[in-house]
């Protein structure tokens, strides 16, 4: 397993036995510039090519680059070439930008400079937390201090967009669910989408018959990136292009994510998620400086969202790392579950109960009233439940209200990207005792949380504002395959 | 060609052998005679599978029929075109399978997907479609408690399928072991243990780990130099042979924790295979199918240079460098015209052989033993 | 090399695949060792002749297979496999026969660039063409390479055009399918 990314992109679309100069089958529009026609091309001997125009004159030919957002509009490969991933999402990209900004302060500079910010998910704290013997609290501060030692101005945390994402989807399924039971031709299942792996996969390999099944729910991370674009950089009067927002997340499938073209905002020119570094990528840049996290001094993690609100209310969970009740994946199937029982029918103490299935992998729970099962929800990682669950619902066989799906088996504590286990533990191991300290971290609701109430209220306009789903809803588009002869790979 | 100093010995003995003196006219070597060709089958037949009871041969090809072949007039009689499967696949069926009981069918195709046949209606219908695999799907092989099927394609994985209920099959795994595409796939004879060839030259084996009951590589046999085309399981399940595009035909022996050979054992639990045989310079193309007779130990393979070939373990073999002598091998007139594609010994009469070829023949073959 | 000498001693030993026909222990200009050649004492000389006879014909029939495949247009330029100089008479060799007397040709051909991503593409259509020629009449054994040092993944590419099952996939395929009848096509 040296690949960061998750299964499901390795198994259908990841190809890292090419190169995208060699089997790239993208084709890309070139800016032509009008030359006649005997014009030649040629290689020169440090390999580049050179056109030579009828008259003689040479000119140097563009190379073309293939980025992650070409990657993810094709029906090819996506390729996990290190040229395409550090062009755009790498901690060497990333650094680059941190020295820039240094050296730009360090000559005076300060106003060309960029804010950095840098939001941190729990997933890879947790992970950073067992590779460095450390308490998962200890470890997030020492963790924002070595970001803020290496340039990071504003450190945050994920768990105001975590709120959002839950609620949003909350909400999106009693509007599917109440349509359906009013006739209407709503898709239930409705399917989680803050898996990237998985919403890629659908889209590349089940296109239109799956996507409308997708909630339009944003991730945490891309939540996170409207919130640091739009509201931070305007509490703090910068532009957006000159935020520099880096997540740090469990699996690479997250960097394709981030450059997807729904998170790019021409007008700004700017990216929501400018750079996503993950777990193992921290534990790279660590060893290389010869550091261990414990050596780090701990920095208080920022806390930045009120700023220019005239709210007091306190928010209890601020300087604490906090869980969402359910999985270690962001706990969708739990809350949209608890609170459809209370708000469909009813039940305020339904006790929602995941068993398991034909494996770990795949859990179940229900909600009977009068011995009628009303609500069905699952939760199903990894590639296998994933391809079940599609086979059951193209033969309308799917039984359930609402899935829960990752393409990590055992969901995001065991992302593609977190740190390996160390030398004679077994994967399983380490991702039983990364789920066990998830469960020790203290629990925290979406509605108690007062940002929430300020977000909506003002940042979003108001409940039913077009806002909110600007800011806090996507789309998926199904990948069309492509069909040019020339570049099937057989 | 690789040529290692102990097959040149073994190779040298075998061509010593007509220096006892015997008249060919007086001895009865040990031959391969041809029974019946069944005709058929448009264009390339691919594969052939005999029924566990062994009344009924299917075989199927480019043509994307599955043909059915039984007996007219007892059991003794010429074997006929009973059934005719024609609407399954949109492409190349690659590979036919009985299920151990007999009742069940799977078939193969380049079309991505496995069709699952069976008779409960009275005639042979599909009842089941296996869907998931990106690409040509290039083999399909059933567990020995008929529980469990595997498949494997050119998407490089190998697939493990639970019969979950009445025609209901679900995924159980998906293996990405290999890099490249997957050629064959094979149960173990007695245990749950799954054994797969590539592209990639490499022969893989997998188990299913109970603790998240998913399934896991537990050994990687590597020694041929090109694709492996097939593999085959002798009756004990203690030795496995394989075939491949480099010509050779490897015999590979398991050795188990606590051998008594001194065999070093990656870890306590799995077994280690050994490559203990490797038979060279005897095929001149690439080597397609091997078959493992359960019931005579004879091995039978299937060659791009159109011939079917029959090989007997030395009597005097040593276990741990065992030698395999070429006995007898389809000639002439009646072998086949183009690429054999495929061998299968019958399930209970010693001797009786199906092969496929290219040439759209499948032909029935009886190994007669030598007599000094 | 062995090989061949193994398919001889085999038909003495009366387990070969050659009795039928006398011209089926040939041997087309292989060498053997020669501590080897003692065991063989039945090389008779006519086999000598045979072998010149062998060698016209198997020019003949490299002739024949070279004029099949060098009117094969380029995927994608407007000119013929030979006019590229992607195919050459001298690229096409039969290297000998199979046990049961079937030749064995191997053709090298020259992509135009070293990464040009259409190799693998140019040996389907040499194949796919001969198959549908002179294969019909003539059943023979191909196999295609790339001319040595000529392609960046040359060993991968041999590997594919090679390989039977990935070749006969590769046809059902409706799109590349298109593609290899258009390049082979004849000229009216």
């Known amino acids: 397993m040296s690949s960061g990314f998750s299964g499901v992109l390795q198994l259908t679309d990841l190809d890292d036995f090419i190169t995208p100069s060699q089997e790239c089958i993208k084709p890309v529009v070139i800016e032509k510039t009008a030359s006649g026609t005997g014009s030649k091309i040629k290689i020169q001997n440090d390999g580049s090519y050179v056109q030579v125009n009828e008259g003689g004159d040479t000119e140097k030919l563009r190379r073309v680059d293939i980025s992650l957002s070409d990657c993810l509009a094709c029906s090819g490969c996506i390729t996990s070439a290190e040229s395409v991933l550090i062009t755009q999402q790498s901690q060497d990209e990333m650094l680059k930008v941190f020295q820039n900004n240094k050296q730009l302060r360090e000559c005076g500079k300060e106003k060309e400079s960029k804010l950095i910010v840098v939001s941190i998910s729990i997933q890879p704290v947790l992970s950073l937390a067992a590779r460095y013997k450390l308490e998962p609290h200890d470890a997030f501060q020492r963790l924002s201090g070595y970001l803020k030692s290496i340039g990071a101005d504003v450190v945050l ?163 604490t790392l906090v869980r969402h009740r359910g999985t270690g994946s962001g706990g969708y199937a739990d809350h949209v579950m608890a609170v459809a029982a209370y708000e469909l029918f009813g039940e305020s103490s339904a006790q929602l109960n995941f068993k398991v299935l034909r494996n770990p992998d795949l859990r179940e729970a229900i909600l009977e009233k009068d011995g009628q099962v009303v609500l069905r929800f699952a939760v199903a990682n990894g590639f296998r439940n994933i391809q079940n669950l599609m086979q059951k619902l193209k033969r309308g066989k799917c039984p359930y209200d609402f899935v829960e799906i990752m393409a990590c088996p055992s969901g995001c504590l065991n992302g593609g990207a977190q740190v390996r286990p160390e030398e004679g533990v077994q994967q399983k191991e380490l991702t039983t005792q990364l789920e066990k300290c998830y469960e020790e971290l203290p629990i925290h609701t979406p509605k108690s949380n007062p940002l929430v109430q300020e977000i909506y209220a003002n940042f979003l306009g108001g409940m039913g504002s077009d806002r909110i789903s600007t800011s806090l809803h996507t789309a998926y588009h199904a990948v069309e395959k492509m069909n040019t002869a020339l570049n099937i790979k057989w | 060609m690789l040529f290692e100093p102990y097959h040149l010995t073994y190779v040298l003995r075998l061509i010593e052998f007509p220096k006892h003196d015997i008249p060919f006219a007086d001895c009865k070597q040990p031959k391969l005679q041809l029974v019946q060709v069944l005709s058929g089958h448009r264009g390339r037949v691919w594969n052939v599978s005999w029924h566990p009871g062994g009344n009924i041969l299917a075989s199927c090809g480019e043509d994307k029929t599955i043909r059915l072949w039984g007996t007219e007039g007892g059991p003794e009689g010429k074997w006929v075109v009973k059934t005719s499967l024609t609407d399954g696949h949109e492409r190349t069926i690659r590979e036919v399978a009985w299920s151990p009981c007999g009742n069940y069918l799977a078939s193969a195709s380049f079309d991505a997907t496995t069709a699952i046949w069976d008779k409960k209606s009275g005639t042979w219908e599909c009842n089941a479609t296996l869907e998931g695999h990106e690409n040509e799907i290039k083999s399909v092989s059933w567990a020995k408690s008929g529980q469990l099927l595997a498949t494997c394609s050119r998407d490089k994985t190998v697939w493990v399928w639970e019969i979950a209920e009445e025609d209901e099959y679900e995924c159980a795994a998906v293996v990405n072991a290999h890099v490249q595409d997957v050629k064959k796939v094979v149960w173990h004879p007695t245990d749950e243990i799954l054994v797969s060839a590539s592209y990639d030259n490499s022969i893989k084996m997998f188990r299913n780990d109970p603790a998240d009951d998913d399934w896991s590589c537990i050994a990687t046999l590597t020694s041929h130099t090109s694709t492996v085309w097939s593999i085959a399981f002798d009756r004990t399940g203690t030795r496995l042979a394989s075939v491949s595009d480099d010509g050779t035909l490897k015999i590979w022996r398991v050795y188990l924790p606590g051998n008594g050979e001194g065999i070093g054992l990656p870890d306590d639990i799995d077994p280690r295979w050994k490559c203990v045989c490797t038979i060279v310079g005897l095929h001149s193309r690439s080597i397609y199918d091997v078959a493992w007779c359960h019931q005579t130990d004879l091995i039978a393979t299937a060659c791009g240079d159109d011939v079917v070939r029959i090989f007997q373990e030395c009597p005097d073999s040593d276990p741990h460098q065992p030698s395999f002598n070429l006995v007898a091998s389809s000639s002439g007139v009646n072998g086949h015209h183009q690429d054999v594609n495929a061998v299968a010994w019958h399930p209970t009469i010693p001797g009786l052989l199906a092969s496929a070829s290219d040439d759209g023949d499948v032909k029935l073959w009886k190994f007669l033993e030598g007599e000094l | 090399m062995l090989l061949s000498f193994l398919q001889k001693s085999k038909s003495l030993i009366g387990i070969g695949e050659q009795q039928t026909s006398p011209l089926s222990s040939s041997v087309s200009g292989l060498s053997v060792p020669n501590d080897l050649q003692s065991n063989s004492s039945n090389m008779s000389s006519s086999s000598m002749d045979r072998q010149s006879t062998d060698q016209s014909d198997h020019k003949q029939f490299q002739e024949l297979i070279y004029d099949y495949i060098r009117s094969i247009k380029d995927p994608e330029k407007p000119a013929t496999l030979e006019d590229l100089h992607v195919v050459y008479e001298e690229g096409v060799k039969v290297k000998g026969v199979t046990p049961g007397n079937v030749k064995m040709v191997e053709i090298e051909f020259n992509p135009t660039v070293p990464h040009c991503s259409l190799a693998t593409l140019i040996g389907l259509c040499i194949r796919v063409q001969l198959e549908r020629t002179v294969a019909l009449s003539n059943p023979f054994k191909l196999d295609i390479y790339i001319k040595k040092g000529a392609h960046n993944t040359e060993d991968e590419i041999n590997k594919q055009i090679n390989d039977k099952e990935r070749i006969a996939a590769a046809m059902e395929n409706p799109n590349l399918r298109k593609i290899v009848e258009e390049c082979i096509q004849e000229e009216d």
């Open chain 1, 157 to 319: 945390d994920m768990t105001l967009s975590e709120d959002l994402s839950l609620l949003e989807s909350e909400t999106e399924f009693l509007e599917r669910f109440r349509s359906k039971s009013g006739g209407s031709k709503t898709c239930l299942p409705m399917f989680t989408s803050s898996c990237p792996g998985w919403v890629c996969y659908a889209e590349k390999t089940h296109g239109s018959f799956i996507l409308p099944y997708i909630s339009s729910t944003k991730s945490p991370q891309q939540i996170q990136g409207t919130l640091v674009k739009q509201l931070i950089a305007k509490n703090r009067s910068y532009q957006a292009a000159n935020v520099y927002h880096v997540t740090v997340e469990p699996c690479y499938d997250k960097k394709l994510e981030a450059s997807r073209n729904d998170f790019y905002n021409e007008q700004e020119d700017s990216r929501d998620v400018d750079c996503v570094i993950t777990s193992i990528e921290l534990e790279q840049m660590l060893m290389s400086q010869n550091l261990s996290l414990s050596d780090i001094p701990p920095a208080e993690v920022d806390f930045p969202w009120l700023e220019g609100s005239s709210s007091t209310e306190p928010c209890s969970y601020k300087g």
